[in-house]
């Protein structure tokens, strides 16, 4: 493996180990030696890529938004309620998620931006509803930015509430829950008959994602981590 | 004033103070000399109500639910609504809404049960529907129990949301959307037509509970009280 892979590699894995240290104990009570502990490294490894735990958690945070994605559909609006499903997928299962998730719900009087998060998601979210609209799947009388910060609002209490009873299991039901109430009231009647609501989609799309992920890594292709950080950009 | 009746306020400005402090530094952060200096009593009088942080982490989280109440309407879905915009209010001005609302989303290990008030307050809306649908007001497909659980979940994260970028300012105009966003599933069509969502409604109910509130100590009645005790128990 050359240099810079390696330490890509690492990098990583220190994430990782760090999200679920943060997941687990909440930024205030994770330590680095813990993270160190579980991500198998050195500490001059860790203060390589990271000099302090705060830059370690703003990472978690940054690392999350890079990872939001949705597959292209037909149905623009599908995309919306694909963005909830693959997310609660993620919430359940994937490390960097469940870390970011804590840290952007902690009110912690650190220097974290626990902002980021919720304004990455709520730009990404309009910038969906907006493009449904312009193809008329949207009522008219929807206001976009209202409606996806009460997506990105309500999804970050449902998953809350998740968590505390069910360690993230049911959250896929209560966010199918939440689009069976609200999608009646912002997609035009023709298309809310065709958008598909099932909580197993979830899990699917993330296959997906993950398979197209590898194949465009193949080609030395960027294309993800770039549409992440121009919508890191474009948070206000 | 009697003795007991100097025990009972003492305890209320211990727990004012508690709930302020819980609210600005979240439960690991906050201290007991904090606590003491702005509630204005000695230690003493502290430990004597509450034998440790966490007993007045609990109490704040029980008074809490203690104060949940809305004024009886012709329409019973109204005071579903009524209860969110109250609270959205209470949120922004009531110091034991805005203490047990961090400490209830809090994930710290300490020994906090951070279900109790979700479960309360679900059982509460569960209520409410379940009487709005026998008499007619909800519509045949809404299971109350989802729409309950909904409800109180996105509550929970729209008022995060809302503390982050306006301590609350806009929780109102937020909880207004998600009405008219949920409301056209929830309600048949003509008790939608008649239910009032402004979001100016909560400082309205707010001022009615609390004088019809006074009015009932100087009868020496206990009916809210007894009705939020009774609540708690009903919490599964």
Known sequence: MARQDRAIRTRRVILEAAASVFDELGFDRATIAEILARAGVTKGALYFHFPSKEDLALAVLHEQVLDIAVRPQQIKLQEFVDAGQILAYRLRHDAIQRGAARLAIEQGSNHLDRKQSMSAWSSFVEGLLK??????????????????????????GLQMMSKAFSDQGDLSHRLTVFFEHTLPTIAVPAILAKLKLDPERGAQLDAELRSQADGEDADGGEDAAEAGAALLDAAP
Chains 1, 2 share one sequence.
């Open 131 to 156: 493009e449904a609209k312009a193809r008329g799947e949207v009522m008219e009388s929807v206001n976009v930015r209202d409606t996806a910060e009460l997506f990105v609002g309500a999804f970050a």
